[in-house]
């Protein structure tokens, strides 16, 4: 066999192994009730979870959970799925800033004795293109 | 008043531009059309000339439009609206006009024009069937910006449109002449310097992947296998160093700006450039087998079309909105993804038509590679260059997956790696392993005869050097604590392998000509890139560990790292061997060396103006005096954050930043400061501070009645009444003749210092006024509430407040310095490559000439045997 070949062969055969390890690797977006099944089973790898931050009548988050003073490591925070199940999610990190602002969150993580930990929170804010309002526009003519 | 000429004059230039490439393209493909390389219908030539250059004068005028609407702050237009402000400095005006996609767009254009100028003046011989490429290329690119509608088709998106026809909101209806006082400005991320001058370096290294490419396709179209090469390669060179550059400029700026941590993020927007440059870097190793050994043309060809397409498909992964939820910083979707897809799609077909039409003809070279080939070594070099781009590649375009499953009405819901990290990892770094230990091989055997006992005699030395090199730093990293797992191990043997390797090729090359070593200066530079890596990453160390033993949830205690310390204001807190404090929040103030106090700047309602509280001065240069007017930069508050060593005593200052943009919906977008010691950067950002856009909580007004000269205790700090004056601090209050206004003179003795604090009283019409005075540091309000003359007893209301804090992350990065001067090392060796070619863009220019065909193969240096 010509030494080009055994290359080729090499090379296939990695390119392969590179597809496996992505297809491995790769996260899946579930609902709450799928993680909480993956966990059941023994299945602790991280999922991707879409959800929304239920609000009360004035547009408050509810059930947010973040005190500095005690831990400032520690946050924890209720998310409904897109089948409208809500979950306890904890985020052992600060709370995100522009939490409070945001429309949809995207979690990474898996499920732990009924709670969801989190490591990675991905926030989708309004964004400043579909901004409907400019400062100052009910002025008059300039 | 509202000016639409000039929107409609860069609409017009837009417009201009496009139909001058298409026809540019057209003439070029005719001129060159039935005619071999060098040969040209001479009046076709001429339209395409002309066509080209009013392409670019089109070009620069839409350039200059959209400029002048940035910087005469006419937001009108939306574009300005949306990415600049009033209060925006000129520098950063230039990097908002490259925020939005249009200007991306447009400065990706701009640099094609001026390398198709280059081309035009120094390729003669090639300008035709390369220009017609060019123009073609050009065509699709200002189709982007076109921002036309035919047929109920949008095609391209203007950066022209007016806010009025961008935004629907009622006051466009009432008064649509209704022009806003100010834009949304530029976002603050990109108020940097690097991002001033990364976006042009990366895009011109996106616009130099054409030139090989063109040149690649011209040779397929006009039968010239082998005559590209030349001038390809040179480009090809240039296009790695800036791209390269431009890369590592945005991996330096995220460093310095966002609070991920670290450079790299494997953020899609990153991987589709770093995919490209791999590509590139490869295809230029081809290119130089082909220039020397007469072997990988066909592998040249595939990688230079390879890169080109990959460029398109960066563009389309960032552009579409096909990213969706896998990016935080992707380009917001215009509506252009069918536009990209034709584009891409268009660009793959007839390229990879046109090389499979031509395969058969492309020379190959019939002799076998042996192991004592160094060719065979670089060829597998490159092999391993492209296998790590692929796995990125793979990974990467799991959103489009999804995407084109869900067009043919698949559901799928596969996601990115939970862990990118690790997943890029654990790939990227045999990557590493191979580029390093395969360009130090290679460059030893490139410049000798090669044969068993010439070849372990030239690699004993580098082999045992780097052998012994890595043992020792092996036994230090142990005697520091620290362990080394074996995939770390093999990296760090390979990579000081690649770095004595080429050295010992270095040092050997300097005595014969200096500038044949540009690709070994350029391979140590890799190396030590991998090295920082390797230390950087593999090695970091967060400080700011919450050490307080206070665990508020026990619910996961052993698995979750608590990596935030929360630190009270001049408190002090152990982290690693340092006491960290935090003294107070800072402004920058323009005039100012450094950051000003907040407590020494008196807020007025605008916004960039203050009053001096106190003398501001830097040693003995006074900048302000107490009363005058202060110009201050209010979007970013600086928080003073002192370590000290607690061994040696030395101290240094950090000033982490942070933003609070609520108007953007962004929070707080923090930055960190950065201590650079040599072997080590200490870096650290804020991750919250108190709600920001809350009152504070002040409990109730104590009242306290006072005589001139009493003590009393306020929230565990004790205070001296001093006395009562007239008030001096009265520019904000608009006090009138007639007006009284006093002050109390206390003086609060803090932890670490004093503070002088003034409540102000204020009779005005028999109106009584107050003003109380804060102080920050210990959280105390005083209000001066009433004066008794009579007695000579004073009122004043105390109130106290949360003290302020802020929770801090702090990590310590062990020798990062070798990551970025291994780029410049490479970008130097890139530079030397460059230089030794130069010539060969004279040669280009004499078509008449007949081109040495096989280039002069390296002298074998004749090594002595003790070499090194």
Known sequence: MKKAHILAITVIAMAIGIIMSAAGDASVYVSFREAQQRAAEGNLTKVHVVGRLPRDGRQNIMGLEYNPTLDPNYFAFTLVDTNRIAQRVVYFNPKPQDFDKSEQVVITGAMRNNVFVADKILLKCPSKYVEKDIKGATASVN | MLNTFIGDAGHLSVIVAFVAATVAAYSYYMASRNQPLGETDASWLRIGRGAFLLHGVAVVSVIACLFTIIYTHRYEYYYAWSHSSNHLPVYYMISCFWEGQEGSFLLWIFWQVVLGFLIMRFNKRWEAPVMAIFAGVQLFLTSMILGVVLGGVKIGSSPFILLRDFLDIPVFKTNPNFIPKDGTGLNALLQNYWMVIHPPTLFLGFALTLVPFAFAIAGLWKGEYTKWVRPALRWTLVGGLVL???????????YETLNFGGYWNWDPVENAVYIPWLVLVASLHGLVLWQRSRTALRTSFVLVITTFLLVLYATFLTRSGVLGNASVHSFTDLGLSGQLIIYLGAFVVLAIALLAYRWKQIPISEKELTTYNPELWVFVGATVLCLGAFQVLVTTSIPVYNAFLGFIGVKSNLALPADQIQHYTKIQLWMGVGVAFFSGLAQIMWWQKNDKSSLTNSLTVPGILSLLSAALVILLVQYFGMTMNLTYIVLLTTGMFGVLANLSMVLTLMRRKVSLSGGGVAHIGIALMLLGILASAGYSKIISQNVSGLLYSREFPEETNRDNVLLWRNDKAPMGKYDVSYTGQYLDVPKVPGYVDKQLLFRTADEYKALARADIKRGDKVYYKAGDTVDILPENTYYRVEYKDRKTGEAFVLYPRGQVNEEMGEGLLASPDIKKF??????????????PDKEKDWSEVKEHVLSVGDTIFLNDYFAVFRGVEPAHQTAGLGLTKGDLAIQGDFLVFGENRQYHVHPVFVVRNRMIGRVPDEVDDLGLRLSFLNVDPTKGKFTFGVSTAQKDYIILKAVEKPFIN?????????????????????????????????????????????KKRQAA
């Open chain 2, 678 to 691: 040599l072997d080590h950067d200490i870096y650290s950002h804020i991750s919250a501070v108190p709600p």
């Open chain 2, 818 to 862: 070798l990551l970025w001067s291994g780029t410049l090392l490479m970008a130097v060796g890139f530079g030397m490559a460059i230089y030794k070619r130069r010539r060969d863009v004279e040669v280009a220019l004499k078509p008449t000439q007949p081109e040495a065909d096989a280039a002069p193969r390296p002298r074998p240096i004749q």
């Open chain 2, 244 to 254: 390269g550059v431009g890369i590592m400029m945005g991996a330096y700026w995220a």
